[in-house]
T-cell receptor, first 108, second 116 residues
Framework: LAKTTQPISMDSYEGQEVNITCSHN???????ITWYQQFPSQGPRFIIQ???TKVTNEVASLFIPADRKSSTLSLPRVSLSDTAVYYC?????????FGKGTRLSVIA | DVKVTQSSRYLVKRTGEKVFLECVQD?????MFWYRQDPGLGLRLIYF???????EKGDIPEGYSVSREKKERFSLILESASTNQTSMYLC???????????????FGSGTRLTVV
């Protein structure tokens, strides 16, 4: 069973910031939090990973509170091409277990 | 960039056939994984391998086997294909996790297998 809970779907207009929150109440000490993006008929693509506090790269930011029981993926100024399914995963050395993800639809 | 290449993008096979799905990665990764993805069910782990000659069952290994004779290649084998194995198959790889460093997975583009 996936160790995370995230919304099934979200809608956003182009140019808005999108925040997708994921809860992982049973995260273990050695678990990292990783987010993937998947377009139709493609494999998931790694977006960002963090352990605690805040991580930022050219694509997104990841906010992790001190208790690490949740995390928020932030996508700045989304465009139509950001329409995809976003997966939140926690894992240490064990294989990734995917949940259903969040289907983000960006509307013009 | 790490590349994970799956030999076929689309494949159609007959029921009862033995099917080989090939996956090759070019970055010397120790860990390799096979998932299948079905609508409404998400990605499910079939088998994985932490190194050459090693294999571990995932959540749904029934009807499948794997082979890892070389580090760069991880093959998924459907011993006798059945219609319920019609699915998108995704291969992934990553380096061995070391200490506090945790690496992301790199996925291939997938093989859409139809069993008729």
């Amino acid at each position: 069973l996936a160790k995370t809970t995230q919304p099934i779907s979200m809608d956003s207009y182009e140019g808005q910031e999108v925040n997708i929150t994921c809860s992982h109440n049973n995260i273990a000490t050695n678990d990292y939090i990783t987010w993937y993006q998947q377009f139709p008929s493609q494999g998931p693509r790694f977006i960002i990973q963090g352990y605690k506090t805040k991580v930022t790269n050219e694509v997104a930011s990841l906010f992790i509170p001190a208790d690490r029981k949740s995390s928020t993926l932030s996508l700045p100024r989304v465009s139509l091409s950001d329409t995809a399914v976003y997966y939140c995963l926690v894992s240490g050395n064990t294989p990734l277990v995917f949940g259903k993800g969040t289907r983000l639809s960006v509307i013009a | 960039d790490v590349k994970v290449t799956q030999s076929s993008r689309y494949l159609v096979k007959r029921t009862g056939e033995k099917v080989f799905l090939e996956c090759v990665q070019d970055m010397d990764h120790e860990n390799m994984f096979w998932y299948r993805q079905d609508p409404g069910l998400g990605l499910r782990l079939i088998y994985f391998s932490y190194d050459v000659k090693m294999k571990e069952k995932g959540d749904i290994p029934e009807g499948y086997s794997v082979s890892r004779e070389k580090k760069e290649r991880f093959s998924l084998i459907l011993e006798s294909a059945s219609t319920n194995q019609t699915s998108m198959y995704l291969c992934a790889s990553r380096p061995r996790t070391s200490g506090t460093v945790n690496y992301g997975y790199t996925f291939g583009s997938g093989t859409r297998l139809t069993v008729v």
